[in-house]
């Protein structure tokens, strides 16, 4: 069986880690005995009406998920005495400082009294001491609320100073968790994040992409989804009897053991050699007792990334499993034995795929592009895993990435950020010493840099485009016919779909599709970004402040377009669109916030348009592709003709 496609109804699986989900979250939210086969604890007697349902006795102090050895975890202090240099590269990467507890050290939002509404419903945050609190809306009467307890107004929810005890984290921004004021070891979410560059709070939903009109609050509890992958050793805990969520994790954040697996019998088997307790050069030989990934085949090397960093569901015994005694899946499985592996139903069109992705559009709409392509970031061996690179060649995450003695950043190999990465497998000279031959760019141009073409910046996440894991030619079919942004126009701003079909028939043999008299009479790039849906104009904004597109496309012509989006209804396209302008000539200043009122955003736009024609009376870019005349003037009734006939549909990114 082919594990990249489910046999058998989605839905089934999509059923299942559903009502997982549900289980736990009634539990945290109506205590023990909400599920049948629980047994409930002596009741609380209620004294406040609102309450009636959660009980009102309030824990004396907060309490963190159990935090230690647990379950064949002995945690990373263990491997630091035989591992120091890897011990050490470990501790430089963003995998350890996903999740924290929230000391003076781990946190870097501004708590100083700040106020931020999310929701509409103020949030206060401030510090005593090394203590982080959060005057903010109870959150247990929240999520009772929001899962279809008794209705109340949000504004009559009652208040509580609660304290901040976890991070989530630390590279682009970070959100908290406060302690749930009744259940222990529970975890809810304080709704707002701190964007670390901007030095600034925002409403956590602002930070996603989602529609403008989706009203659904972000009220989420820890210990039921990101336990699993932001924390080693997850367990939520959930005890058969009692019905409570006594969760535990071997440590918090992402650690050796996510990734080597649990490690007591390496350490017994070591202690008891004596080899514990002195460095000692790696044997060459393969240790039974705990996983490199580098040993394993490129398939099962990856499935120890793909467990977090893919598009899949737990099967309904491994959920129930994962509930009780937590993770289910070690390194070196195969994980499609633990998980149903999902790809878009276009990645084999047959009628009960396709009669899938009728059933479950959401699901696919938030995940993927229309053609089949991925979109959300954050799932990058579901994209390798659809490419034949994966299928029918060794590459493996392993190719690229590593954990110890890499960029922090990105967790590139050395020299994993160009050519290099494409030429450890394809040597031939077309690909190396004649590769002007393939690209048809001159050789130090970014249109001879392979990823640039075949991992263009086409998925969404964290606030910015980046590389799609699933690597393809360029090609026009998918742009024409679904509206996917393609390498050539991302890169080309000023040129149509026309001109890079042309070319593609021209030097690759493509076979040509038919185009519309806009796709073939308008930059493609400013199709995108005034006529397309918001996952098209925020991957668009994006690539307007991309140096290579300057250098392929020039610069100057830009702002007057990029200007628009600064009255986009999604936050998240505003924020792109408002920082990748100040990467566009005379706007390097530009401070504009993304979070201003609706009755702000013509003037932002209009400042920004006056500002551009004062600094740009003779655009390097005119013509009607551009839809700037020869004389530099914006064809301002087809700009705003565009806005007004722009895809409307509301977009949601699952990253």
């Not at 009559?156 to 989530?168: F, I």
């Not at 360029?474 to 149509?496: E, I, K, M, Y």
């Amino acid at each position: 069986m082919d594990p990249r496609i489910i046999r058998g109804p989605l839905t089934l699986p999509m059923l299942t880690i559903a009502r997982f989900l549900t289980l736990l979250m009634l539990l945290a939210l109506f205590g023990p005995g909400a599920i049948p086969g629980t047994r409930a604890a002596t009741p609380q007697p209620p004294t406040d009406p609102i309450l009636r349902h959660l009980g009102n006795q309030e824990r004396l102090e907060p309490e963190l998920p159990k935090i230690g050895m647990t379950n064949a975890f002995v945690t990373s202090a263990s491997c630091q005495t035989c591992h120091p240099s890897e011990y050490a590269s470990w501790r430089k990467t963003y995998h350890r400082t996903m999740t924290q507890q929230a000391l003076p050290e781990n946190v870097v939002g501004r708590f100083d009294g700040s106020t931020v509404l999310s929701g509409g419903l103020p949030y206060r945050v401030f510090r005593e001491g090394d203590a982080f609190w959060a005057d903010m809306p109870d959150p247990d009467v929240m999520m009772y609320i929001v899962q279809g307890g008794r209705k109340l107004a949000w504004d009559e929810v009652p208040r509580k100073r609660l304290p901040v005890v976890m991070t989530t984290g630390s590279h682009h921004y970070q959100t908290y968790w406060v302690a749930s004021p009744r259940y222990d070891r529970l975890l809810q979410t304080l709704p707002l994040v701190y964007l670390i560059a901007d030095d600034q709070w925002i409403p956590r939903e602002n930070a996603f992409l989602r529609g403008p009109h989706d009203t659904e609050r972000f009220i989420t509890q820890w210990n039921h989804h990101c336990i699993r992958c932001h924390a080693t050793g997850g367990n939520p805990g959930l005890e058969p009897t009692t019905g409570q969520l006594r969760s535990e994790v071997a440590e918090l954040g992402i650690s050796c053991e996510a990734c080597h697996g649990p490690g007591v019998d390496h350490v017994r088997v070591h202690t008891a050699s004596g080899a514990l307790h002195r460095a000692e050069k790696p044997s060459a030989a393969a240790d039974p007792t705990i996983v490199n990934p580098a040993r394993l085949d490129s398939r099962r090397s990856s499935h120890v990334c793909g467990l977090c960093h893919g598009v899949h569901v737990m099967r309904e015994d491994v959920a129930m499993e994962f509930a009780h005694h937590g993770p289910q899946f070690r390194p070196g499985d195969d994980l499609a034995e633990k998980f149903h592996l999902i790809q878009h139903p276009r990645a084999e069109p047959t009628p009960l795929r396709l009669e899938e992705l009728r059933k479950n559009p959401g699901f696919f709409a938030e995940r993927w592009w229309d053609d089949g392509s991925l979109l959300a970031g954050g799932r990058e061996f579901t994209g390798l895993e659809a490419s034949a690179c994966y299928t029918r060649g060794t590459m493996s995450c392993l190719s690229c990435h590593r954990m110890h003695g890499s960029d922090p950043n990105d967790q590139l190999r050395k020299g994993m950020d160009g050519p290099a990465a494409c030429t450890q497998c394809h040597g031939g000279a077309k690909y190396t010493t004649d590769l002007q031959q393939h690209t048809h760019h001159p050789l130090d141009s970014e249109g001879s840099h392979c990823l640039n073409c075949h991992m263009p910046h086409t998925t969404y996440a964290l606030l910015s485009a980046i590389r799609s894991h699933q690597i393809q030619s360029p090609q026009v079919r998918s742009s024409a016919r679904h509206g996917v942004p393609n390498a050539c126009n991302l890169c080309h701003l000023d040129q149509t779909l026309a001109w890079t079909q042309q070319h593609l028939v021209q030097w690759y043999g493509q076979t040509p599709v038919p185009l519309t008299a806009e796709q073939t009479n308008t930059s493609a790039a400013l199709l995108w970004l005034l006529k397309g849906h918001a996952a098209q104009r925020v991957v668009t904004a994006w690539h307007l402040g991309w140096k290579p597109a300057h250098q392929a496309s020039g610069a100057d012509w830009l702002a007057p377009f990029q200007a628009q989006l600064l009255a986009d209804d999604y936050g998240v396209v505003r924020y792109v669109a408002d920082h990748q302008l100040r990467k566009l000539p005379g706007f390097e200043n530009h401070r504009g916030n993304f979070l201003s009122p609706t009755n702000r955003w013509a003037a932002d736009v209009a400042a920004v348009r006056d500002r551009w024609k004062a600094l740009t009376p003779k655009p390097s870019r005119r013509g009607a592709a551009v839809l700037i005349a020869e004389n530099g003037q914006v064809e301002w009734e087809t700009a705003a003709r565009l806005w007004k006939e722009r895809d409307q549909r509301p977009v949601t990114v699952s990253e």
